[in-house]
């Protein structure tokens, strides 16, 4: 009787869990949907974000539609030497040498020691735009690399972006 009574309560428990996940996964798909009507209908209006930061879900969402391609002046960038605590910034350049309309849908900093900010706008064939990546050396020190992931309507869809740079304590008055 034992043996039965924990089977029926196990069995209630997968068929729990598999109704929990696959209303889970019903609303993903809703706003997958949603944010790719949202790409594919830009028209050349600004695409916007409330801030800068990612959401888990939007870091998994790759842009559908035409797809286009981006070519950057230089995709690394070395600061050099940079003093404990002071920040540093640079502009990396890119092209859509595709063509289709290019949309940057999402621009992620492996570190919250990082901020980029971007062209927002959808950007014509042979249009150009930037992505200021800007790290804060606050509480760093020695050798560092940090990285930005580029989320765009491309192929590959993903690009990476690298800065390094060596953070050095400011020498203490003698």
């Known amino acids: 009787m034992k043996s039965i009574s924990s089977s029926l309560v196990l069995g209630m428990l997968l068929i729990f869990a598999a109704a929990l996940i696959s209303c889970q996964n019903s609303g993903s798909d809703a ?25 888990p879900n939007a870091a998994e969402e ?19 030497l940079i003093e404990q605590g002071e920040k540093v910034a640079h502009v990396f350049k890119f ?5 289709e309309p290019l949309v940057l849908s999402n621009v ?7 901020t980029p900010s971007w062209t927002k706008e959808p950007i014509a064939p042979g249009g150009e735009g930037e992505i200021q990546v800007e790290f804060d050396s606050k ?30 304590k400011e020498e203490e008055p003698s």
């Open 31 to 55: 706003a997958k949907d949603e944010a790719r009507a949202d790409i594919e209908n830009t028209d050349g209006a600004a695409v916007t974000t409330s801030d800068n930061s990612a959401t």
């Open 62 to 80: 790759v842009p559908t539609g035409p797809l286009t391609s981006i070519e950057f002046a230089d995709n690394k960038h070395d600061y050099g």
């Open 95 to 99: 092209k859509n040498t595709g063509n």
């Open 108 to 114: 992620k900093p492996s570190c919250g020691c990082t």
């Open 139 to 168: 509480g760093k020190s020695g050798k560092q690399t940090k990285t930005v992931t580029v989320t765009a309507n491309t192929d590959p869809a993903k690009t990476i972006l690298t800065i390094t740079g060596e953070i050095v």
